[in-house]
């Protein structure tokens, strides 16, 4: 692949493009049939040179190895392409197209054809040890599915197309976990745990702008394994058992506090019984008592009066 090189500049170099096209090829069942033909009649022409004698027969053989050499040359240039491959074509090292159509194809016997898969393609990162965005280290692995979408790119932008898929899909990965926090207090920050569905679509189109110069289109990429490395894993399930527990709590006193807040409005309405401000304050106690104990309270009779 050429480059363009800026003298003096002190720019990187920039790569100029191959772009996939298709290549000059035509069947190849009646290059087939033709050849098979060429080599019956070369031989043929050989084994009636072997009978003859005298000045004819030098010039049988030489029609006859002739024959032979245009069957071969024919019959070289036959390529099977299968579903879901194709073949880039080169011709004295320059890039003469691609072939897509399968089936048997026939093409310039001189040209060197590269096999290309072109079927979709599972790719599944190694278990990374990434620190998040609030410096946790966490556990992290991705599945990425990808098909190669432009045939030159793939075989002359780079170097074994499949590991520069690998290696920038693990490159994308760190850098998403890196770059958000396995889990944030604040409402409507992003999150790797909260927010799986948005974190894995900005994975793939990191993924996808990082094998974009290889010819490589990134069909879906999901995480498929995210957790706290081991030696914080314990500490932050406290933490996050810590504030369930919070959390449950302080539901339950709203609950509680609005069922006394009812309890004293309908005895207050409906008359049952005049109470101070120091019956109100037990009362409440009782109650509060009551509906946040998380073991069964026991009731006592009182059998005096009511400040007794």
Request: proline share 4%.
């Amino acid at each position: 692949m050429a480059l363009q090189t800026p003298v003096g500049t002190g720019r990187p170099l920039e790569p100029v493009p191959v772009v996939e096209h298709p290549a000059r090829a035509t069947r190849g069942v009646k290059v087939l049939a033709a050849g098979v033909a060429a080599v019956l009649a070369g031989v043929a022409l050989l084994w009636y040179a072997h009978k003859q004698t005298g000045g004819t027969t030098t010039a049988l053989v030489w029609a006859g190895v002739l024959v032979l050499i245009i069957a071969v040359l024919g019959l070289a240039g036959l390529t099977p392409v299968a579903p879901g491959q194709a073949r880039v074509i080169q011709l004295f090292g320059k890039y003469r197209g691609t072939e897509r159509e399968s089936g048997m194809q026939w093409v310039n016997p001189f040209t060197h054809r590269i096999k290309v898969s072109t079927r979709i393609r599972n790719h599944e990162t190694a278990q990374a040890k990434v620190n998040d965005a609030d410096g946790n280290p966490i556990e992290i692995a991705a599945v990425v599915v990808w098909q190669v979408q432009d045939t030159a790119k793939a075989i002359y932008s780079v170097d074994e197309y499949t590991k520069f898929v690998a290696i920038q899909t693990e490159t994308a990965v760190r850098h998403i976990a890196s770059s958000y926090p396995y889990t944030s207090p604040h409402e409507g920050a992003l999150s790797l745990r909260e927010n799986a569905d948005e974190i894995t679509q900005r994975l793939s189109a990191e993924i996808a702008a990082r094998v974009q110069l290889a010819g490589v289109a990134i069909i879906e990429s999901r995480l498929t394994r995210l957790s706290y490395a081991a030696e914080i894993a314990q500490a932050m399930l406290r933490q996050q058992q810590a504030s369930a527990v919070v959390g449950a709590r302080m539901t339950i006193v709203e609950g509680a506090v609005g069922m006394v807040r009812l309890a004293l409005r309908r005895l207050e309405e409906e008359d049952v019984v005049a109470l101070d401000e120091e019956r109100k304050a037990a009362m409440v106690s009782n109650l509060l008592v009551v509906l946040c104990s998380e073991q069964a309270t026991q009731q006592v009779v009182n059998t005096g009066s009511l400040y007794q």
